[in-house]
């Protein structure tokens, strides 16, 4: 990569992490709180804490870096039961640019919120429409530099309709991912929904704005990962995600972790994942290796199933269907 394109990523990124420290410490209220809702069972099984791993198309929403890691086709559907009777479903995408060592990823999210009962001032039921829901599209990239580094960046649309009032705009997501020590270690920070206020009626509100960080060792480089994150919103304390996962006989995988934020209230996570391979090429899986970005792909579908419990709420249950090729 030519230097001065390299120092453009450098300085957009700076930039981007200054100004996420900056918004994630004015504590506050936020809209579009579904933006926090996580996506993929893979990293929700591992308790969120996969800033530093962000190694499939999930990346574009953890960790837009972390696509430079991917060399083949991937297409991934999710679909959550969340708390209450709000769920969601979203698919997200990754296609490698291998000629020039990046990937472009996309994500298409729509959470159903369910109904609201709006009430008058004699608190008598209101007709209408009490339906909310809430769409957002994102567009990432992946840049490699070299073998240890990553760079990253997206932007999202967004907009919500809570019981016939609407409002939309739009954000952008920076990342960076290291290889410190190669097949053992990465380091990665992402900063998450910068952007504009959206006004849903006549209020105009910040959306979730977070910074986060985290580090990914693997004891057993493309078996065992242990992984911890470091997050904190505009609107909430700092908090954290611990988690693990072990793939057996490259077939079978096994996760766990625990998140202590404002959304988990302090809960546990488990997670299943089953892995059908077409063709089998060692060198092609990404996890635990370092940033070089390998030329042999393969073919597989990957089911993926997560438990997370939210505390007082009820726990919520995850599936994603993840195609390789």
Do not use: C
Request: proline letters at 2%.
């Amino acid at each position: 990569m030519k230097k001065p394109i390299a120092k453009f990523w450098l300085l957009t990124l700076s930039l981007g992490l200054l100004s996420g420290y900056s918004f994630a410490n004015q504590d506050g209220t936020s809209t579009a709180q579904f933006l926090k809702i996580a996506k993929g069972a893979r990293a929700e099984g591992m308790g969120g804490a996969f800033t530093a791993v962000a190694d499939d198309a999930r990346a574009v929403d953890w960790n837009p870096a972390g696509l430079a890691q991917i060399t083949h086709n991937e297409l991934t559907f999710d679909y959550l039961k969340y708390i209450e009777d709000m769920n969601a479903s979203s698919i997200a995408g990754a296609v490698p640019l291998n000629k020039i060592n990046g990937t472009l990823g996309f994500d298409a999210t729509y959470v159903n919120m369910g109904t609201i009962d709006a009430l008058d001032i004699n608190e008598n039921p209101i007709s209408g429409d009490n339906k909310s829901s809430a769409y957002s599209g994102t567009l990432s990239y992946g840049q490699a530099l070299g073998e240890r580094i990553a760079l990253g960046a997206g932007a999202k649309f967004i907009k919500q309709s809570l019981a016939g009032v609407s409002g939309s705009g739009a954000a952008v997501d920076l990342g960076v991912l290291v290889s410190a020590i190669t097949d053992r270690l990465n380091l990665g920070v992402s900063v998450l929904n910068l952007g504009s206020k959206i006004k849903t009626g006549t209020v105009a509100e910040d959306i979730p704005r977070t910074i986060q960080g985290g580090l990914a060792f693997y004891p057993i480089p493309k078996e065992l990962v242990l992984a911890a994150d470091v997050v904190k919103e505009n609107d909430a304390d700092a908090g954290f995600r611990i988690g693990t996962e072990y793939i057996y006989q490259r077939m079978f995988a096994i996760r766990a972790g625990y998140q202590d934020t404002k959304e988990s209230k302090g809960g546990f996570s488990a997670g299943a994942g089953y892995i059908w391979r077409a063709s089998a090429s060692p060198s092609a899986q990404s996890m635990g290796t370092s940033l070089s970005r390998a030329n042999e792909a393969e073919n597989t579908v990957r089911l993926d199933y997560a438990y997370v419990d939210y505390g007082d709420f009820n726990a919520t249950h995850r599936l994603s269907l993840t195609f390789s090729f």
